[in-house]
Nanobody
Framework: QVQLVESGGGLVQPGGSLRLSCAAS????????IGWFRQDPGKEREGVSC????????YYADSVKGRFTISRDNAKNTVYLQMNSLKPEDTNVYYC?????????????????WGQGTQVTVSS
């Protein structure tokens, strides 16, 4: 059974850090493009970052460049999103997703496998 499970969300103060994890089962993440997305209720899902399977190329939304880092641990079949210098506007539900594309893109429609989401709240 193909499954993605996110973890690591929570409540953090502005300026703080969190590391989200996305663990895969039923398939090998190394051969898939992986994306992190976030979505406010009633709004479209926004691409945050992605990691290509072909050459490890990464992409970031302008709003998170320099603060977030995506990485992958093939031995653990897990992808991470390290989030530093968090801002209140980063508050959201974060989802990881997998696509058979070799080069990742920040378009949700390209991803067929999704996790259930993890809540990140940045507040003092």
């Amino acid at each position: 059974q193909v499954q993605l499970v996110e973890s690591g969300g929570g409540l953090v103060q502005p300026g703080g850090s969190l590391r989200l994890s996305c663990a895969a089962s039923g398939f090998t993440l190394e051969y898939y493009a992986i994306g992190w997305f976030r979505q406010d209720p009633g709004k479209e899902r926004e691409g945050v970052s992605c990691l290509s399977s072909s050459d490890g190329t990464t992409y970031y939304a302008d709003s998170v460049k320099g603060r977030f880092t995506i990485s992958r641990d093939n031995a653990k079949n897990t992808v991470y999103l390290q989030m530093n210098s968090l801002k209140p506007e980063d508050t959201n539900v974060y989802y990881c997703a997998a696509s058979p594309r070799r080069r990742c893109v920040l378009r949700p429609v390209e991803y067929g496998y999704w996790g259930q989401g993890t809540q990140v709240t940045v507040s003092s």
